[in-house]
């Protein structure tokens, strides 16, 4: 199984801040990874696949990059809504994994 | 617009079973891959099952193999999940996924049943 590992766990800043997001997997997973945003009682939200392909409808203050094991999410300036849970997620191998999250709060 | 409405969660005792169901609208169900996945009150996400197009490969988390079952409807527009066998670290908020394209991520989720599992 292919673990990943989110970093950091908890991210405190203001609006209008750079966030950079962290997800490391423990074997490559080549451009097979996703981000995911999920706001408090909310299903998840598909941000980024492929590593560094953003979804519809995604805002293009986010952005992807990496490859093989290191992987970044970058939100170049935090809106209010931004303030959440988000969650990297491989399909490089069965079974699919999700990392721990980094929640990002309002400082 | 696509949607995705899962039904059929609620309290069950351990050893127990429920099933739920998932109703999709605003795609060509037959067309999509779908899955489970799950998520225990305060904690991340976990996958539990998927099922491809024509029900030909279904594929089961460790933790849920021989206990659950995925089946899915393309007629109906359905996708269900049988649980038997039921613990109390089953105790989540289940939700249905469609994958983006022939891709295993998720591109669209509902918004989830919570399965209980308590005496």
């Known amino acids: 199984e292919i673990v990943l590992t989110q970093s950091p766990a908890t991210l405190s800043l203001s609006p209008g801040e750079r966030a950079t997001l962290s997800c490391r997997t423990s074997?490559?997973?080549?451009?097979?990874l996703a981000w995911y945003q999920q706001r408090p009682g909310q299903a998840p939200r598909l941000l980024i696949y492929?590593?560094?392909n953003t979804a519809t409808g995604i805002p293009a203050r986010f952005s992807g990059s990496g490859s093989g094991t290191d992987f970044t999410l970058t939100i170049s300036s935090l809106e209010p809504e931004d303030f959440a849970v988000y969650y990297c997620?491989?399909?490089?191998?069965?079974?699919?994994?999700f990392g721990g999250g980094t929640k990002v709060e309002i400082k | 617009e696509v949607q995705l409405v899962e039904s059929g969660g609620g309290l069950v005792e351990p050893g127990g079973s429920l099933r739920l169901s998932c109703a999709a609208s605003?795609?060509?169900?037959?067309?999509?891959?779908m899955n489970w996945v799950r998520q225990a009150p305060g904690k991340g996400l976990e996958w539990v099952s998927s099922?491809?197009?024509?029900?030909?490969?279904?594929l089961y988390a460790d933790s849920v193999k021989g206990r659950f079952t995925i089946s899915r409807d393309n007629a109906g527009n359905s996708l269900y999940l049988q649980m038997n066998s039921l613990r109390a670290d089953d105790t989540a908020l289940y939700y249905c996924?469609?994958?983006?394209?022939?891709?295993?991520?998720?591109?669209?989720w509902g918004q989830g049943t919570l399965v209980t599992v308590s005496s």
């Open positions: 074997q490559s997973v080549s451009n097979y």
């Open positions: 997620q491989q399909r490089r191998n069965w079974p699919l994994t």
């Open positions: 605003g795609f060509t169900f037959s067309n999509y891959n």
């Open positions: 996924a469609k994958v983006r394209n022939s891709a295993w991520d998720f591109d669209y």
């Open positions: 492929d590593a560094s």
């Open positions: 099922i491809t197009d024509s029900s030909r490969s279904i």
